[in-house]
């Protein structure tokens, strides 16, 4: 078999593997049904000769490449220990069970058909990235469900490329941590991920789109919570006396600037989005997601709602407001901007792959964000999938294979840097590997 083949072989198999998460599930993982694939990749991994594999009780499954540099190699024992990352589990809210992965070979540039449901059709006109996939294999779901390229399509291109390192040892490489983990699509992906065990000097999520991306950016998050306290009385005698929670806190949010909400806003610009609202009359509350890129405009926006709080204490008297902020994750550009070669390396190795680099912004947070912000740098590279989360999901096979070839080629650019710059790289930068020990 070719390694497009066999890439494209692998990917199928896990594709049709139900590992849909769950939301709101207090289980770890959320569903039990991830340990399927996750279990398999053990089996998998450890055919590709990989050592130390293990899976743990949540579920993640590690392993290591051992370095194959030749002593007498000048960079040998200089190289820092890449990790790299992707999940196993698919998208909640779509269907994820019974894929039927569809290869559409030699595509020709026009709309994609699905075969099991006639009103799901990729057109070539919504999908400009299309346009330069003429001639290649692209692979879909029948319709009736999501692929599961987000992000199976990282994990086979990971255990593509540790079997390419196994079959030509030529392909220079130093210590590769691996890691598959669960649950990333609900948010909780690096709950239980312990960074020590993992013991990598920086790592790359492989989960990102299309060809020749890399993310070094997403949104820094807080979670607010509006509590309005009011004053219930009989509704028929309640003039002049009665505060209703109910009525002030609708009035509060509709004060809100309304064009600074997920669906007035698009690229760099952040938000304030109310994602739940329960009460009565006596207490009513808001759950709200502040989101942006930087520090200055998260700040700004919790003055917006602070300031709303106060100007509805003014108005309603009697009725009291309070607004609790809680950090949820930090955009991973500060802390990778200090070690601007991680991100450097990779956009070589796109490079090498043929494809050119372009450096994106995630308008969420991903795995890598809260490794990050733990001290593990964890940029995000491409997997070559488009449409995540739709049942118009599709991902080309070559792409993939560029993936696999990015991979390889990143190992190589830290083996020549670390021969070039000597032992001293592994003592630079963040300090993680005095942090972590
Ligand atoms: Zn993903």
Redesign the pocket.
Known sequence: MTDRESLLDRFVRYARIDTQSAEGSTSYPSTAKQRDLLGSLVGDLRAAGLEDVAMDEWGYVMATVPSNIPADHPAHGAVPTIGLLA?VDTYFDVPGANVKPTVHRDYDGGDLALPGDASVVIRAADEPALGSCRGMTIITSDGTTLLGA??KA?VAEIVEAVWRWKEDPLRLHGPVRVAFTPD??VGRGTEHFDIGRFAADVAYTV?GSGVGEIEDETFSADSARVTVTGLDVHPGYAKDRMVNAVRVLSDLLMALPQHRTPEATDRREGYLHPVSITGNVSQAAAQLLVRSFTEDELRQLERLLTDAASWAERKYRGASVKVEVKPSYRNMREAISRRPEVVEYAEEAVRRAGYVPRRGSVRGG?DGSRLSERGLLTPNLFSGGMN?HSRKEWVPLEWMGAAVETILHLAEVWVEKSRDQGSGIRDRGSGIGDQRR
């Open positions: 999940h987000d992000d990282g990333e699509e989960d991903t995540f």
